[in-house]
């Protein structure tokens, strides 16, 4: 069987539209067809699809500076996106699939840079032993993809900044992400951009796999239809948060009344049950609280109210603002 080939740009930033994007890519690429996808995400943490954000990313700060979660179809880990990676996706029918000829294709691309690069054994792709390239993989009922990052000029203190995690006593199901040194293209050679990325990549990936039909420039402008369908999907809190797995997470705090201790048990990011410890003298307070936080979203805003909704005397409403504005510091 012939193959053909498309090449795809997106001209969008948004993780979500991009995601949506390949994922109808993936329904559509023909038997004998194979899709290479490019594409960037501006300010962006990406998890994957079993993983808990509260676990890989501090979500409060990431989106307080403006930056976007967003939840893949793959597995793997948290990676951080900026306008200095470039993302690839391969696209065919899974009797295509060949992990070795696809890497290949980003090899052959970075080598034509003046880069020496060699495929790890952990899907990563390595140069001068440090990783610049992560993969994951995504199969559907005929067809696949397999994607990955490529780090040309990423902020590495973003990186650092978003992913790492200092949450109190998280007892937590789903994946972990691994960490690897990480290294960008620039380092080994200050004349690359992402421009003169994709142009290599592209053209190795016509050399491995033949001359593109068709090269189709994306944007979320005037977006395909089923993508647009799909973009509220993946910018949903029910698929970025709701998809976590069922995990507890326990907050503690001393206050000028006394030590207080919020246990939260989480189903599908939503409060099952909160159990509330204090040694404060006063226990109406903590009595008060009891069920506030009970089919709350497990996220700031929700879980604020709650506590500032609850009814108090006077004498105790200082202490419910002090537990609010504490709560507001914390990395729900």
């Not at 239809?225 to 698929?239: M, V």
């Not at 700031?300 to 005397?313: F, G, Y």
């Amino acid at each position: 069987m012939s193959i053909k080939t498309k090449l795809f740009i997106s001209k969008s930033t948004n993780p979500w539209f991009n995601l949506a994007y390949e994922e109808q890519l993936v329904g559509e690429v023909a038997e004998d067809e194979v899709y290479l996808y490019l594409w960037q995400n501006q300010h962006t943490v990406v998890i994957g699809k079993h993983q808990n954000p509260w676990r890989e990313v501090l979500v409060s700060e990431l989106e307080g500076d403006e930056g976007k979660l967003a939840r893949r179809l793959s597995g793997g880990g948290a990676v951080y996106h900026d306008l200095g990676n470039l993302n690839f996706t391969f696209v065919m029918n899974k009797k295509h699939e060949d992990l070795h000829r696809q890497l290949k294709v980003i090899v052959e691309g970075v080598k034509a840079l003046g880069i020496e690069a060699e495929f790890s054994g952990r899907n990563d792709i390595l140069a001068e032993g440090r990783k610049f390239s992560g993969n994951a993989f995504y199969y559907g009922k005929d067809n696949y993809y397999h994607h990955g990052t490529i780090l040309v000029d990423v902020d590495m203190s973003k990186l650092g900044k978003y992913l790492n995690v200092s949450m109190k006593k998280l007892s937590a199901k789903g994946v972990e992400s691994v960490k690897s040194r990480v290294i960008n293209l620039k380092e080994l050679n200050p004349e690359i951009t992402i421009q003169g990325m994709m142009t290599a990549v592209g053209e190795a990936f016509e050399f491995e796999y033949g001359k593109a039909e068709d090269v189709f420039y994306i944007s979320d402008e005037n977006p395909p239809e089923n993508a647009a369908a799909r973009y509220e999907h993946y910018a949903s809190w029910e698929w970025r948060f709701g998809k976590t797995p069922n995990f507890d997470v326990t907050f503690e705090e001393k206050f000028t009344w006394g030590e207080l201790v919020l246990s939260f048990k989480l189903k599908g990011a939503v409060v099952e049950a909160c159990e509330v410890y204090s040694d404060a003298m006063n226990t109406d307070l903590i009595e008060a609280m009891s069920g506030i936080f009970v089919g709350k979203r497990f996220e700031t805003q929700e879980i604020q109210s709650a506590m500032e909704a609850i009814n108090v005397t006077e004498e105790l409403k200082p202490a419910v603002k002090e537990i609010s504005q504490w709560i507001q510091t914390l990395a729900i």
